[in-house]
């Protein structure tokens, strides 16, 4: 008698809570890109933001109820490149950029660029980078820069030719950063089930007010410092390479030397 030999049965379909916050994610990206073509460019900039939020749940949800999987990790990216990529370069280009003739869709081309470059090396680097750090701006903080600039430079009526340079010259440059080396600390190392001191809780709170105070100006600030502080930390990281690799040096270069005046001096005598 033949022997059946069952295949393990093989479960269709994706999981549905993880996949809904993407799916949140993914249209509140196209809600900016829809809401800038109406020159609605307050509900752009945070439709942004709310894609930021949403994105850094799916995530978590995904870990907490024990329901990652490669399609969700996939459509997650494919998320982030239209409301991280294609989301930010087009709102800002509508509100100042359009201005500047082909200089004005080249820089959003370079961001948008940038964005797909970045979301690429990340993937092809998961398990094998380290978590604590991002090798580039990432994507969120970039769109969450020039969705920033967007959100105050509308709510405080910024227009004019220099307003539009300081535009190009910023989505330029998040581009870059985006495709660069400098390293940004990327806080996943931070966990949030271990106790924390009062003080903690006091500081969530002020920081809570803060945003609440001026929203666009203190996120604009926030995500601004952030990015500046990867080219800083990495000139720092130099610097101190390069001193050890000098005082490396030097304490090879010092045995050399005691050995050639030994041998000088027994030469002597």
């Known amino acids: 008698m033949t022997e059946l030999r069952h295949k393990p049965h093989r479960h269709r379909g994706i999981y549905l809570l993880p996949n809904l916050f993407t799916t949140a994610a993914l249209f509140s990206g196209f809600y900016a890109i ?3 073509m109406q020159n609605r460019f307050e509900a752009a900039a945070v439709a942004i933001f709310v894609a930021m939020l949403l994105d850094g749940l799916d995530g978590r949800v995904a870990r907490l109820t024990n329901t990652q999987s ?14 991280f990529g294609l989301a930010p370069s087009l709102v800002i280009y509508q509100w100042a950029l359009s201005e500047m003739g082909k200089a004005g869709w080249l820089a959003a081309f370079v961001y948008t660029a940038g964005a797909a470059l970045r979301l690429a090396r990340f993937n092809t ?11 580039g701006l990432a994507s969120p903080a970039a769109a969450a820069i020039v969705a920033g600039m967007v959100w105050v430079g509308n709510d405080y009526g910024l227009q004019g030719k220099g307003i539009n340079l300081a535009a190009w010259t910023l989505t330029l440059l998040m581009g870059l950063l985006m495709v660069s080396n400098v390293r940004y600390h990327s ?15 006091l500081f969530i709170v002020l920081v809570i007010v803060l945003v609440s105070y001026d929203p666009p100006v203190v996120l604009f600030s926030v995500f601004l410092l952030y990015a500046l502080s990867g080219p800083v930390w990495t000139l720092m990281l130099l610097r101190q390479r390069r001193a050890e690799r000098m ?15 030994n041998n000088a001096d027994d030469f002597e005598k």
């Open 187 to 201: 806080f996943k190392g931070i966990n949030f089930k271990d106790r924390v001191p009062f003080v903690s809780v």
């Open 34 to 36: 829809v809401a800038a």
């Open 70 to 83: 490669d399609f969700g990790a996939e459509y997650d990216s494919l998320s982030d490149m239209v409301s």
């Open 247 to 261: 005082v490396q040096r030097s304490s090879e270069i010092q045995p050399t030397e005691d050995v050639k005046k």
């Open 125 to 135: 680097q998961v398990g094998t980078a380290d978590k604590r750090y991002f090798q």
